[in-house]
């Protein structure tokens, strides 16, 4: 993306803009990017919470003002961490934070960036292109020296300060649409429906929009506060008063100790809702579908080590997914800055594992086999949690066991756990790594090739015998094959406190399986 670097003084650019983008290059139609403007609610007023201050994947900022402690440099894009309109700190929590969140977990195949700039106790005038200056300059706001201090971090022109970013940001993606949160201040303004058509469109003619194609959502006031009529009379009026605007309803959400604000609560799902209403009103042009990729381009080779880390670069569209996390922030911000889970090992510099894994979780690998053979695989893993587990498919067909991880240690205490998988032909095949049991650390899988060598670990042999189990130590297998864990006893009194519902299952001893009730 794009960098600019401002020299700006009050009310002056006296620089040039500096635009550092590569040469020809034309903007991401998957980079979406949304103008979110207001008062003191899209400042946000509720106390962020830790999610809210670490990067989120896919989410970004172009901060509208510097913010030396948060490492932000005005006009250059970076991660979107609360405050997302200001530097204060501790930070706040607004509505456009979880818009941007919802929309990244809602198109797998997009970067979102926000440009917010927003002013508490503002009355809508000050974003009015030709009326700002009047409005600061009003004897009134001697009583509201906030506001124009307030002003003072855009350099008091912030309709400018909102078009400059804006353009910035056309040099990078696609502006898609706009959000606005403002009204609280213009309770009494029965042509404020009026006054947001004309910001909006002296926006759009000074950025080249169409309000065709880029929607404009208004959130409405507070249910139980001092606005309620406003949001009837003129917020849901918007719809009559210009195209493709639509209104976002506050009903039912979370409220401050005040009579104007919501709580972290209510900020959170104002947020999702402005999401959804985006997301139904956008126009958003459909990309060709295109597969996974190896990642930096270079297949695993098999017989051969995997670091789990290097799963594949995702394409677009359900074939291009590489990966799945439940959630899609990158709790360690370690060696991709995607939304998989990766750390790096304290003790082992450069070396780095999957973590946090939760049920139902995946990576892609796009690998070449080279010889046609049965393969043991070896795993190093570590889990302090019980129950952890995955296994291996290969081209969607499963080819292992559930492996089971459970407590072997503490979560630093990395151990090698041996398995084998079913034959695997020569060619080019796509692995696939799926978490059945959570919290699961996973560094590196190594398979070799071993033919008629390997380590019987199969659930079934080719002959099962009914009755009694002798004594000895017996892996434990459901009538799905998977595995389940270790018995020393045949009465299926599982090792390390595990415990089985009702039912039959297979034990495999050394020379044979049984099937037992249990």
């Known amino acids: 993306?794009?960098?600019?670097?401002?020299?700006?003084?009050?009310?002056?650019?006296?620089?040039?803009?500096?635009?550092?983008?590569?040469?020809?290059?034309?903007?991401?139609?998957?980079?979406?990017?949304?103008?979110?403007?207001?008062q003191s609610n899209m400042a946000g007023a509720s106390a962020a919470a830790e999610p809210e201050t670490k990067p989120y994947s896919r989410f970004k900022l172009l901060p509208s003002m510097n913010?030396?402690?948060?490492?932000r440099t005005l006009g250059v894009w970076t991660d979107a961490t609360s405050q997302l309109a200001n530097c204060d700190n501790p930070p706040s929590i607004s509505v456009a934070d979880y818009f941007g969140r919802t929309l990244v977990d809602s198109l797998p195949d997009v970067t979102v960036g926000i440009i917010s700039v927003a002013v508490g106790g503002t009355a809508l005038k000050l974003f009015d292109k030709d009326n700002w200056q009047a409005y600061l300059e009003d004897p009134a706001r001697e009583k509201e020296n906030w506001i124009i201090n307030w002003a003072k971090a855009y350099d008091s022109n912030v309709y400018k300060r909102i078009i400059d970013l804006a353009k910035i940001a056309q040099q990078d993606g696609v502006i898609k649409g706009v959000i606005v949160h403002q009204g609280e201040s213009d309770w009494n303004n029965n042509k404020w429906a009026e006054d947001l058509k004309k910001i909006r469109d002296d926006m759009f003619a000074d950025l080249g929009l169409s309000a065709d194609t880029v929607p404009l959502l208004a959130g409405e006031m507070r249910e139980d506060g001092?606005?309620?009529?406003?949001?009837?009379?003129?917020?849901?009026?918007i719809t009559q008063v210009m195209e493709n605007a639509w209104p976002v309803s506050s009903t039912g959400l979370g409220s401050a100790n005040d009579n104007y604000h919501f709580n972290r609560d209510g900020y959170i799902e104002f947020g999702k809702r402005y999401a959804k209403v985006m997301l139904e009103h956008m126009n958003r042009v459909s990309l060709p579908p295109s597969p996974h990729t190896a990642y930096k381009g270079v297949v695993a080779e098999i017989p051969g080590k995997i670091e789990v880390e290097n799963y594949d670069?995702?394409?677009?569209?359900?074939?291009?997914?590489?990966?799945?996390?439940?959630?899609?922030?990158?709790?360690?911000?370690?060696?991709?800055?995607?939304?998989?889970?990766?750390?790096?090992?304290k003790e082992e510099s450069g070396s780095y594992v999957i973590g946090y894994t939760e049920k139902g979780e995946w990576l892609k690998y796009t690998v070449k086999v080279n010889e046609s053979s049965n393969y043991n695989v070896t795993a190093r893993v570590a889990s302090a949690a019980k129950g952890s587990s995955f296994h291996l498919e290969l081209d969607d067909k499963l080819i292992s066991d559930t492996v089971v991880v459970d407590s072997i240690g503490g979560w630093g205490d990395y151990k090698e756990i041996k398995f084998n998988t079913v034959m695997m032909n020569a060619g080019e095949h796509v692995l696939k790594l799926v978490i059945d049991g959570s919290y699961v650390n996973i560094d590196w899988l190594d398979f070799v090739a071993c033919g008629s060598s390997c380590d019987d670990n199969t659930a079934i042999r080719n002959h099962l015998h009914l009755g009694s189990a002798q004594q000895e130590t017996y892996k434990i297998f459901d009538l799905n094959g998977n595995f389940l864990g270790v018995s020393d006893s045949p009465k299926l009194d599982l090792q390390k406190g595990i415990s089985l519902r009702k039912g039959v299952y297979m034990l495999k001893g050394k020379d044979r399986t049984f099937m037992v009730k249990n």
């Open 67 to 71: 913010c030396p402690a948060k490492g």
């Open 1 to 38: 993306m794009g960098k600019c670097f401002w020299a700006l003084t009050k009310g002056l650019c006296v620089g040039v803009f500096a635009f550092y983008s590569l040469v020809g290059a034309a903007p991401d139609p998957n980079f979406h990017i949304y103008i979110a403007f207001g």
């Open 313 to 345: 670069e995702p394409g677009v569209g359900t074939i291009g997914k590489s990966y799945m996390d439940n959630d899609s922030e990158n709790k360690s911000l370690a060696y991709r800055q995607d939304g998989v889970d990766i750390e790096e090992l």
């Open 226 to 237: 001092c606005c309620k009529s406003f949001s009837t009379n003129q917020v849901q009026r």
